[in-house]
């Protein structure tokens, strides 16, 4: 997966109102072989979008040509529950969502999220309930969402949303945790010379 920085994103977005949303839902376990990020966006909600036939399910929102580009998840509350695997977040990642946003985030899912550049925007349910009702309405809708201010927008509404600060840092200039130690290495020698 290659690294990318984010600042700021502005984005239609795809509605998925159900809460508690599994990583099994997500990702299916059957789906979990493959030892690159690669490929999973393409069984991103399987069971959801498919029939046992591999046949779209019509009324699934991933099979709506309304909301095609969107880089934008709006899920219900509690999305990325489960199991702790990381491959749930690379298949968000992997077919084309950068952010996610919902009502709560189960802290695992979080964490891989935000090791996968995707950015979990967690927001109160008021402002979840009148993004999600906007959204169906206006599938058009531009949100935007901005890391260093750390707010997301749409029409007249906006809400801050809250972020580790390492993260933050690690989202904004494209770092792992490897990156993050490299890009220290002026300060550490400095450190060093200066107590040795």
Same mark, same amino acid.
């Given at each position: 997966?290659? &690294?990318?920085?984010?600042?700021?994103?502005?984005?239609?977005?795809?509605?998925?109102?159900?809460?508690?949303? *599994?990583?099994?839902?997500?990702?299916?376990?059957?789906?979990? &072989?493959?030892?690159?990020?690669?490929?999973?966006?393409? @069984?991103?909600?399987?069971?959801?979008?498919?029939?046992?036939? @591999?046949?779209?399910?019509?009324? =699934?929102?991933?099979?709506?040509?309304?909301?095609?580009?969107?880089?934008?998840?709006?899920?219900? &509350?509690? =999305?990325?529950?489960?199991?702790?695997?990381?491959?749930?977040?690379?298949?968000?990642? *992997? #077919?084309?969502?950068?952010?996610?946003?919902?009502?709560?985030?189960?802290?695992?899912?979080?964490? @891989?999220?935000?090791?996968?550049?995707?950015?979990?925007?967690?927001?109160?349910?008021?402002?979840?309930?009148?993004?999600?009702?906007?959204?169906?309405?206006?599938?058009?809708?531009?949100?935007?969402?901005?890391?260093?201010?750390?707010?997301?927008?749409?029409?007249?509404?906006?809400?801050?949303?809250?972020?580790?600060?390492?993260? &933050?840092?690690?989202?904004?200039?494209? #770092?792992?945790?490897?990156?993050?130690?490299?890009?220290?290495?002026? *300060?550490?020698?400095? =450190?060093?010379?200066?107590?040795?």
């Amino acid at each position: 997966m290659s &690294k990318e920085t984010f600042h700021v994103l502005t984005s239609t977005a795809v509605p998925l109102p159900i809460e508690n949303v *599994d990583t099994d839902q997500i990702i299916p376990a059957r789906f979990l &072989k493959a030892t690159t990020r690669e490929g999973f966006g393409d @069984n991103l909600f399987r069971d959801w979008r498919f029939t046992a036939d @591999n046949e779209p399910i019509k009324d =699934f929102v991933l099979n709506n040509s309304r909301y095609a580009g969107a880089q934008i998840l709006v899920a219900g &509350k509690n =999305f990325g529950m489960g199991s702790s695997r990381e491959h749930a977040a690379w298949a968000i990642h *992997d #077919y084309g969502f950068r952010v996610v946003v919902s009502s709560f985030f189960a802290d695992i899912f979080r964490n @891989n999220a935000l090791n996968t550049f995707v950015l979990p925007v967690q927001v109160s349910q008021l402002f979840l309930e009148a993004l999600l009702t906007a959204v169906e309405q206006d599938p058009t809708l531009q949100i935007v969402v901005d890391l260093p201010a750390q707010t997301i927008s749409f029409g007249e509404q906006s809400e801050t949303f809250a972020i580790n600060t390492y993260k &933050k840092t690690c989202l904004m200039n494209g #770092y792992d945790d490897i990156d993050y130690l490299l890009s220290l290495n002026a *300060d550490i020698r400095e =450190f060093d010379q200066a107590h040795a």
